[in-house]
């Protein structure tokens, strides 16, 4: 029988130390790590629908209350590293349990805010930065720690919950806004996130399998990997570069190219988001067709993160993360080389496939090769590097626009970049770092120290 | 830039553009043409549906063997562990 699907086999339906028999445990983690993204994404996102209300309810423009978004974006981005940092210190499932109380209570505050000041703190400072200690930094750390050889496609299904998020929480807050107020809205939003999402990770969420005596993948021991053939009994929990502190892995090369790589993903999707409906202005296209554009590229990025999350664990996740980066330069191509609308589309297609792709990917390979020591630290500041590299951006694109009076320019400059990232992630060599093909011994595991040969 | 410069971005977990959020509800209302109050009624219902249902199935397969297994160990100190 194909050895994948006999993985597959073995990690859906397995027995428990217990004698039960049933689905792996680790999939009803994933399944309340779906939900808490779903909560914490969606209601982020939800943010968009309230701006008319607080224009009028304020009296302030459209920038202003635009600014607690960005100051958010900024917030969430900084805080990934400090998340990540405590959920090494004291597990994901705690990071996760508080954060997202933080979050229900930042999001319930929202309903009673005064001015836009109040929503500048509440939303920017609280409900943003609560948001990254769910998404992905503790998320991911604690996926990683129940999946080895189903990494990504777990990760995908997690990520997954940040589209659904967007699907059914957003238009939950339009309909909820039309029926009653928006700070009747955000009450039920911040009641959602306190009732549902807080005690279903407290039930279900556990950092680590050896909690409940499991092992990763549900696996009796970790004596498989990527390729055939009888392997020795390796560690899991570590990884090929594992470092004794984390500052130790900023001494080897693929640490830099992921952040690098993934720095350049924050750039070139947030110059997209932010610009893609004005560059359709300067085409002769309606803000309502280009949102529509946009709206297809959001739905196509659920199907094509779910595709490369589960091809991912079946070669070398290097290969596909670099595949993504080179489709979506295609993507930003397209827009300088066609014109308007056939671009609009094309784009909204071709980059939908890539958009969130590089989330598992990158968290997954992360782990891969540095093991679950610091995980939640490296994916903090990976992340970190995607969330300031999209802000600085957004100005870049901005100023550029009004300099050259044409997007190309801008357009153009992120085609490259995305070259030089799908560059960096081909170039990684996952073969030589990643624990799926590289055993790690007992001693390297117990001691964490850097691996001399792989480091250079 | 002004309003451009910090337009809302739909990536990983920014805030919706209020035009995209718009235009769904839109679509949304001429695709099924119910009442504002039926559609929160059955987003609400899939929203809850969706914890409660994996709550359910969690408990169906059997008491947590969390309970059993030192549950909380690991959360005490992560940095030592391999």
């Known amino acids: 029988m194909d050895r994948h699907l006999l993985d597959r086999l073995r990690s859906v339906s397995r027995s428990e130390p217990d004698g039960r028999r049933g689905a792996f445990y680790g999939w009803y983690v994933v399944g309340a790590l779906f939900f808490a993204t779903f909560l914490g994404v969606g209601t982020r996102q939800g943010f968009g629908v309230f701006v008319e209300s607080w224009e009028r309810d304020f009296g302030v423009s459209v920038g202003t209350i635009s600014a607690a978004a960005a100051v958010g974006w900024v917030g969430n981005g900084l805080s990934q590293p400090l998340f990540g940092r405590l959920t090494d210190a004291f597990g994901g499932r705690r990071v996760l349990v508080a954060s997202t109380v933080a979050m229900g209570l930042g999001t319930v505050a929202m309903a009673g805010a005064q001015n836009v000041f109040a929503l500048l703190v509440l939303y920017g400072f609280v409900v943003s930065a609560a948001g990254g200690g769910v998404f992905p930094t503790p998320a991911a750390a604690v996926v990683s720690r129940w999946f080895q050889r189903r990494r990504g496609t777990a990760m995908s299904f997690v990520t997954f919950g940040g589209s659904a998020g967007g699907i059914v929480l957003v238009p939950f807050a339009a309909y909820l806004l039309l029926a009653t107020d928006w700070r009747v809205a955000w009450l039920a939003m911040g009641g959602l996130v306190l009732a549902l999402g807080v005690p279903l990770l407290l039930a279900i969420v556990r950092s680590d399998p050896g909690e409940l005596g ?107 993360l670099g595949g993504v980066y080179l489709v979506r330069a295609v993507a930003f191509v397209m827009l300088v080389a066609l014109p308007g609308v056939p671009a609009l589309w094309t784009f909204a297609v071709i980059g939908g496939m890539s958009w969130l792709a590089t989330v598992p990917l990158t968290t997954s390979l992360t782990a891969d090769v540095y093991g679950l020591r610091h995980i939640g630290t490296l994916n903090g500041l990976v992340t970190m590097a995607h969330q300031l590299g999209g802000a600085a951006a957004v100005l870049v694109a901005g100023f550029a626009f009004d300099r050259f009076g044409t997007y190309d320019v801008s357009f153009l400059a992120a085609a490259a970049l995305l070259v030089v990232a799908g560059l960096l992630s081909l170039t990684i060599r996952e073969r030589a770092y990643s624990t799926r093909f590289q055993p790690v011994t007992a001693e390297a595991a117990a001691t964490g120290r850097s691996y001399p040969t792989a480091a250079s | ?46 929203i809850v549906a969706f914890p409660l249902g994996l709550l359910w199935m969690a408990r169906r397969r059997g008491p947590n063997p969390g309970a059993q297994a030192g549950e909380g160990s690991r959360d005490r100190g992560q940095r030592g562990a391999p």
């Open chain 2, 1 to 46: 830039m002004g309003t451009a410069l910090f337009r809302f971005v739909l990536h990983h977990s920014e805030a919706v553009d209020p035009t995209l959020a718009r235009w769904l509800r839109d679509e949304i209302d001429h695709l099924l043409g119910l009442p504002t109050a039926a559609y929160v009624g059955l987003l609400g219902a899939a």
């Open chain 1, 214 to 320: 499991l092992q990763a993948d549900g696996d009796d021991h970790h004596d498989e990997r990527v390729g055939a053939g009888p392997r020795p009994a390796v560690h899991a929990q570590t990884g090929p570069l594992v470092a004794r502190e984390w500052p130790d892995s900023f001494r080897t090369s693929p640490i830099w190219q992921l952040s690098l790589a993934y720095g350049v993903c924050g750039v070139t999707t947030a110059m997209a988001s932010v610009h893609y409906v004005r560059w359709a202005a300067t085409e002769g296209i309606s803000p309502g067709t280009a949102a529509l554009a946009f709206g297809l590229l959001s739905a196509i990025n659920g199907a094509g993160l779910l595709t490369v999350g589960a091809i991912s664990d079946r070669m070398q996740r290097k290969n596909l």
